[in-house]
Nanobody, 119 residues
Framework: QVQLVESGGGLVQPGGSLKLSCAASGSFFSINTMAWYRQAPGKQREAVATITRDGSTTYADSAKGRFTISRENALYLQMNSLKPEDTAVYYC????????????????WGQGTQVTVSS
């Protein structure tokens, strides 16, 4: 099983920047798509950005032009021009292939990191 640990959240003023990280560890064959989700109090969890194993990315409309997802040995989310409405708990999500002889996958989630954008 894979373990996902997010870091990099915190308090930032509107217009500021943060960079989130997600480290994956454990026993697994590979990770396909990874993504950042966020959930604000009283709201549904929503996808912010996704990235495939080959580096193809997609973004929510609210994130386009401001956020950048990237993937090396860890997953990152560079967030610029932050707005108060970006305030949420941000979660790392991964589609995991357990074994080399398996074509099936399962979804793993991190515990989240708090991002607060406020004056």
């Amino acid at each position: 099983q894979v373990q996902l640990v997010e870091s990099g959240g915190g308090l930032v003023q509107p217009g500021g920047s943060l960079k989130l990280s997600c480290a994956a560890s454990g026993s697994f064959f590979s990770i396909n798509t990874m993504a950042w989700y966020r959930q604000a109090p009283g709201k549904q969890r929503e996808a912010v950005a996704t990235i495939t194993r080959d580096g193809s990315t997609t973004y929510a409309d609210s994130a386009k032009g401001r956020f950048t997802i990237s993937r090396e040995n860890a997953l990152y989310l560079q967030m610029n021009s932050l707005k108060p409405e970006d305030t949420a708990v941000y979660y790392c999500k991964a589609s995991v292939i357990r074994r080399a002889d398996s074509t099936s996958s399962y979804v793993a989630w991190g515990q989240g990191t708090q991002v607060t954008v406020s004056s």
